[in-house]
Nanobody, 122 residues
Framework: QVQLVESGGGLVQAGDSLRLSCAASGRTFSRYAMGWFRQAPGKEREFVSTISWSGGITYYADSVKGRFTISRDNAKNTVSLQMNSLKPEDTAVYYC???????????????WGQGTQVTVSS
């Protein structure tokens, strides 16, 4: 069992940066791939980024590649998403998720946080 709590969301202007964090409970955190997903109003939840259990493999959606960076600290049971050069289209609720394998499909992730709102104004 893994419980996830996101933090770091907020209201920023286009071009600004935010750093999202996800704190995980449970001693098996390091066994899970971790992902970030987002959901805008009226849209389906979409993949943003994912990182392997070791941190050695990462994937990004094309829409955020070069602007977002995912990282994890297994000693602290945390995963972060550094978001730079934010755009209004990045506005969404961002969710942290844990799953057994590093994939981009939401249904493959077993545990989810409650989400944190990111709003980017133009």
């Amino acid at each position: 069992q893994v419980q996830l709590v996101e933090s770091g969301g907020g209201l920023v202007q286009a071009g600004d940066s935010l750093r999202l964090s996800c704190a995980a409970s449970g001693r098996t955190f390091s066994r899970y791939a971790m992902g970030w997903f987002r959901q805008a109003p009226g849209k389906e939840r979409e993949f943003v980024s994912t990182i392997s259990w070791s941190g050695g493999i990462t994937y990004y959606a094309d829409s955020v590649k070069g602007r977002f960076t995912i990282s994890r600290d297994n000693a602290k049971n945390t995963v972060s998403l550094q978001m730079n050069s934010l755009k209004p289209e990045d506005t969404a609720v961002y969710y942290c998720a844990a799953g057994p394998v590093i994939l981009t499909t939401p249904s493959t992730y077993s545990y989810w946080g409650q989400g944190t709102q990111v709003t980017v104004s133009s």
